[in-house]
């Protein structure tokens, strides 16, 4: 079975400033995807970032980064620049070699940019 | 392109009736996923689409969930003898290759479902 934990329920953060949003996971599966979706207040869940269990460089997308540390078990999103529009939860999800089409998710990150 | 659709975005029921909730995947995506979110959590799988069959229904509650995709496309699923205790967001899902470890789900926005 897989896991994922997302231990800070909210977070604040300044406009233009970097936040970091923390997950750890579990899984027995020496292949797994571990995947950042943000999901506004409309509801819709936005896929943001992707990172590979074998990846050697952790993944970027514009403003958002993965800090992936594979001996942790951690994949923290990072987000430079905060803008107003940030402000949303974001959900930590992973899928596995076994299962790969499953996405299980973590409880989710309220995030909240402050002007 | 355009997007998944689910409809409708709302759903009051009186407990008890049968609803249905229906989801139009990203034209081209032959899978197709239903998820579940419960206030205050992440979504949890249900059903898995790959075509008209349905791969993967392990995530799916108890026997008063049923989900059908008869022409491979658009996804239906159904919820009988609601009960409070299903009131959720029902998110659906779609993709083009699920058996790749890097393939993103696309989400629709969701169809609220509040059984009084």
């Known amino acids: 079975a897989q896991k994922i934990t997302q231990t800070q329920p909210g977070m604040f953060v300044q406009e233009k400033e970097a936040v970091t949003l923390d997950c750890t996971y579990d899984t027995s599966d020496p292949s797994y995807g571990l995947f950042w979706y943000k999901q506004p207040s409309s509801g819709e869940m936005i896929f943001l970032i992707y990172q590979g269990s074998y990846d050697q460089q952790n993944a970027t997308e514009g403003r958002y980064s993965l800090n992936f540390q594979k001996a942790r078990k951690s994949a923290n999103l990072v987000i430079s620049a905060s803008q107003l529009g940030d402000s949303a939860m974001y959900f930590c999800?992973?899928?596995?070699?076994?299962?790969?089409?499953?996405?299980?998710f973590g409880k989710g990150t309220l995030l909240t940019v402050n002007p | 392109g355009a997007g998944v659709s689910q409809t409708p975005s709302n759903k009051v029921t009186e407990k008890g009736k049968y609803v249905e909730l229906r989801c139009d995947p990203i034209s081209g995506h032959t899978a197709l996923y239903w998820y579940r979110q419960s206030l205050g959590q992440g979504p949890e799988f249900l059903i898995y689409f790959q075509g008209t069959g349905a791969a993967d229904d392990s995530g799916l509650p108890n026997d008063r969930f049923f989900a059908v995709r008869p022409e491979g496309s658009v996804s239906t699923l159904k919820i009988q003898r609601t009960e409070r205790g299903d009131s959720a967001v029902y998110l659906c899902a779609s993709s083009q290759n699920p058996r790749a470890l890097q393939e993103t789900q696309y989400f629709g926005p969701g169809t609220r479902l509040l059984v009084l």
């Open positions: 999800a992973m899928n596995s070699g076994g299962s790969n089409y499953k996405l299980t």
